[in-house]
Each structure stands twice: as structure tokens, then as C-alpha cells.
Antibody
Framework: EVQLVESGGTLVQPGGSLRLSCAAS????????MTWVRQVPGKGLEWVAN????????FYVDSVKGRFTISRDNVKDSLYLQMNSLRVDDTAVYYC??????????????WGKGTTVTVS | EIVLTQSPATLSVSPGERATLSCRAS??????LAWYQQKPGQAPRLLIY???TRATGTPARFSGSGSGTEFILTINSLQSEDFAVYYC??????????FGQGTRLETK
């Protein structure tokens, strides 16, 4: 079964740090672009960051540049999001998502159930 | 940044009827557009990519059309499980990748 399972979300104070993890199983992780998408409860979806299959390219939404770092471990089939200098407006459910398309056509066909980050 | 505008914000349709959801891009995205369905308390699920290609497991009653800046998601013969929020997302000339604000499909 194709599966992504996020963990690490919790309550943290403004200015604090947090590391989210996403464990992949049931598919060839090394062939997938991986993405973090967040959603404020009751609001829409916001792309946060993504990372190429081999980790050689990383991209971020402007609001997290310099504060968040995306990374992956292709031996452990895991994706990470290091979140520093957290702000109240980073509060959201964070989803891990994967794209099986090998190129730059980034639609997300695998999703985790999300982990909740509350900054307060 | 490419802005996606979805309309209407809320659509009320009776089961068995057809729903038509719109997504407009601020500049051409060719056919680099996807549609997702999200039910309460669940993660989004990919329905359509390439503007018109159904993802694995997407029922045939869902169809996508359009190119450039105007896109439509049509759901024929609405089933009870189709009432949800739908998002469009582009993947042309990114970053950033952006989503529309969503259309809530509710039972009339």
C-alpha cells in the first residue's frame, strides 16, 4: 500500500523550532519529487517547499525562505522539514505529498494525512 | 506568480445532477493544471492532471477540460460522496506552485 505518514507536529512558541518528518512506504521513494503543503484550518492549500528526487534542487514559498529547510533521506525513504523562527501564521496542518511524474510537471498523486503545527 | 481564481466559492447541486466548477489562471498555464478533491478531515486527493487526464481511481463521471487560462471540472450524476471541496493547482513556470482558493460543493 502506498503510504506517507507525517509526524513531529506539536505546539511550539513563536520563535521556536520544529522538525517534521514524513515516512514513505509502498512506492519507490527515490523516483518521486516530494513536497510539503500546508493548510490553515478552514482555509485553502498552500505549497510550502519541494525537493527533487536526488535532493539536488529545492524550492520554497517566499514566506518561509531562510526559515524552513526541506531535506530527504533516500536510504530511510523519509522527507523532512526543519522549521526555525516559527511565527503564529505558520500554524497549519502540514501535508507531505509526492509526485510520481519524473519531470517538472508537479502534480501531487500521493498524500499523507497531515500533522498539525500550532505556534502560540 | 500565477494566480488561480476558482468560481463559484460555493456550489449547491442536487444528487444526480451535474456540477460545473471553474478555475481561471492569471496567465497561460497551457494544460499544466490539476484538480484535487478534499473531504472534511482528510488530505486532498488528486482527481485530474494535465487539465483532462483522470488520475488512477478517479471515476469516469469526473472530467476536466480547458487550456491556457480557462479550465472546467465537470462532475456528472453527482453521488453523495462527491460533496467536498475542490481545488485547482498549476505546475507551469514554478516556483511558486499555487492553488486556487477552492470551491465547496454542497448538497442542494
Amino acid at each position: 500500500e502506498v503510504q506517507l505518514v507525517e509526524s513531529g507536529g506539536t505546539l511550539v512558541q513563536p520563535g521556536g523550532s520544529l522538525r517534521l518528518s514524513c515516512a514513505a512506504s509502498g512506492f519507490t521513494f527515490t523516483t518521486y519529487w516530494m513536497t510539503w503543503v500546508r493548510q490553515v484550518p478552514g482555509k485553502g492549500l498552500e505549497w510550502v517547499a519541494n525537493i527533487k528526487q536526488d535532493g539536488s534542487e529545492k524550492f520554497y514559498v517566499d514566506s518561509v525562505k531562510g526559515r524552513f529547510t526541506i531535506s530527504r533521506d533516500n536510504v530511510k525513504d523519509s522527507l523532512y522539514l526543519q522549521m526555525n523562527s516559527l511565527r503564529v501564521d505558520d500554524t497549519a496542518v502540514y501535508y507531505c505529498a509526492g509526485s510520481s511524474n519524473p519531470g517538472y510537471h508537479l502534480y501531487m498523486d500521493v498524500w499523507g494525512k497531515g500533522t498539525t503545527v500550532t505556534v502560540s | 506568480e500565477i494566480v488561480l481564481t476558482q468560481s463559484p466559492a460555493t456550489l449547491s447541486v442536487s444528487p444526480g445532477e451535474r456540477a460545473t466548477l471553474s478555475c481561471r489562471a492569471s496567465q497561460s498555464v497551457s494544460t499544466n493544471l490539476a484538480w484535487y478533491q478534499q473531504k472534511p478531515g482528510q488530505a486532498p486527493r488528486l482527481l485530474i492532471y494535465g487539465a483532462s487526464t483522470r488520475a488512477t481511481g478517479t471515476p469516469a463521471r469526473f472530467s476536466g477540460s480547458g487550456s491556457g487560462t480557462e479550465f472546467i471540472l465537470t462532475i456528472n450524476s453527482l453521488q453523495s460522496e462527491d460533496f467536498a471541496v475542490y481545488y485547482c493547482q498549476h505546475y507551469k513556470n514554478w516556483p511558486p506552485i499555487t492553488f486556487g482558493q477552492g470551491t465547496r460543493l454542497e448538497t442542494k
